[in-house]
């Protein structure tokens, strides 16, 4: 092991995780213990995000060395934003969030940080795909396919998995992190990362069908991720998002502006150059408003930043 990492702390997010929390604890507490012969001082943070069960007392018996308890159930994106900001105001080296409901083998934990322990990464995704023990729903399966895709294209990365249940930050991450969603936060870390220059890896974790408790994701997932998406990008590269909107507008209102010009032209059909006179001015300062506005945002980020 580096010398300069030697603190570990696995934040578990729980949600009525009543039945099975006391043995995901015990899981982690046997392979955290034999980490711990290796030099390595390893903690367990449970995040109550507001359960009406004994979610939270079960935690405490269970032997955590924290629990932190929101009053009502914010989400699961809340949830993990409130241990990763644990976790590093407690001094952690490598931060790992990890399943209250077991679907994770937590022996993987090791193969997980490898890669920072190693300098090759700042952020680990689980790659749930070649140790997967059952089949998933077609459903998901397809969300899957679609986000990892879309994850793909926005970050340039080779993802194999881009929103498993487990992965593994080191300091250098944490002490810049930025999750403004409370709903997801697979998305939301993968984009951050990469918009702030971090490094990427996968290890491949086992993967178990889930027996207890209930899944977060439904039918609402995407239209409640993409908005998570979009307040990222807006939050760290504002002009990704203000530039092509601005330059949409700008375009329309050229368009408009050159056929009406033309038809005036080259016909007797037009009575002037423009008729759309307030749809070319409408869309045409808006487009101007909307790219300086995204100019101001990218300057105030940068200044913010350095």
């Known amino acids: 092991m580096p010398k300069n990492y030697k603190n570990l702390t ?14 995901t604890v015990a899981a982690l507490r046997g392979q955290l213990d034999t980490m711990g012969k290796d030099g ?27 629990v932190l308890s929101h009053t009502t159930n914010r989400g699961l994106g809340a949830a993990v934003r409130t241990g990763l900001r644990a976790a590093r105001d407690d001094g952690a080296d490598i931060a790992i969030k990890f399943d209250a ?5 937590p022996a993987d934990i090791p193969a997980l940080i490898a890669p920072i322990t190693g300098d090759l990464a700042e952020v680990v995704y689980g790659n749930r795909f070649e140790r997967i023990a ?41 002490r810049v992190f930025s ?19 971090m490094r990427f890896d996968h290890a491949d974790v086992a993967f178990r069908e889930r027996t207890t408790g209930k899944s977060f994701i439904s039918l609402k997932y995407p239209f409640k991720v993409l908005p998570q998406i979009i307040m990222v990008l807006v939050a760290v590269r504002p002009l990704r998002v203000f530039a092509p909107v601005g330059l949409a507008f700008l375009a329309l209102g050229a368009l408009v502006f050159g056929v009406e010009f033309l038809g005036w032209l080259l016909t007797d059909h037009f009575d002037k150059p423009v008729r759309s006179v307030n749809l070319v001015m409408g869309t045409g300062l808006f487009g101007l408003q909307t790219l300086f506005f995204g100019l101001l945002a990218e300057l105030i980020v940068y200044t913010r930043r350095n």
Not at 47 to 53: A, E, F, L, M, V
Request: net charge positive.
């Open 10 to 23: 696995v934040i578990v997010p729980a949600y009525n995780e009543a039945e099975r929390i006391s043995e």
């Open 40 to 66: 390595w001082i390893c903690k367990i943070y449970v995040i109550n995000d507001g359960s009406k069960d004994e979610t939270r007392t079960i935690a405490q018996k269970a032997g955590v060395d924290r």
């Open 101 to 105: 409901d077991l679907q994770h083998d």
């Open 134 to 174: 059952y089949k998933m729903p077609f459903v998901r399966s397809i969300g899957n396919r679609v986000f990892r895709q879309l994850m793909r294209w926005l970050t340039g990365w080779p993802l194999k998995d881009s929103q498993p249940g487990i992965f593994a930050v080191s300091k250098t991450y944490l």
């Open 179 to 197: 999750m403004p969603g409370d709903y997801n936060y697979t998305q939301q870390i993968l984009l951050d990362s990469y918009l702030k220059g």
